[in-house]
């Protein structure tokens, strides 16, 4: 993993939105534009974590232990931008359809962004992807278990009973050590769906 950079974020953006290329019409490049400077005044980031050494009874299973192999430790993480984005995705559902749709991409984007690089400063630079329940034939059901091993309160974020987290701009992963260093695709749960390696790419290059 390392810092990632704001033409990251662009590219982040358009992937999200389902561009493959760099043919952007006017509209996208300055929807993308708009919507990044919204989240930047109206987002309220936060992220909390804790590490193990030891598997915790609910990921004592497929896919999660093979996602943790050859890991030395892990963490588990949620993060969210805050309820006013979601209050923003909701007014523009209601007046500007199309835009929404751009926002909404760009916010899912946003959050990734901020999350890559909040581990890289504060976790450091040997760590996996996220791996998030409901990945590689996981349950998003693992939600409602996992979320008793952090303090979501602390950072506002409510889980369901059918998995639904508010905001829903929030994520809840599993992130694991010593991953980076001798990153393939070999160790990942997704290896066999993979959109990117179908067009002969990786999802960390």
Known sequence: MSLKSYSDLIKLCYTYIGYKDDNKDLYIEESVKKSLKELEQIAAFKYIYAEYSEIIPILNKEPYLKFLSNSNSYYLVATTLGVMVDKRISVLSKIDMPYMVIFNSCAAAYLEYLADNYEYENLGDD??????????????????????????????IQIFDSGMMLPEKSMFGIVAKNKNKNKTCDSCVLEKKCKYQKEGKTCYS
């Open 127 to 156: 760590l996996s992807y996220r791996f998030c329940p409901g990945y590689g034939g996981s349950s998003v059901a693992d939600l409602l278990e996992l979320s008793k091993y952090l303090k979501l309160e602390k950072i506002g």
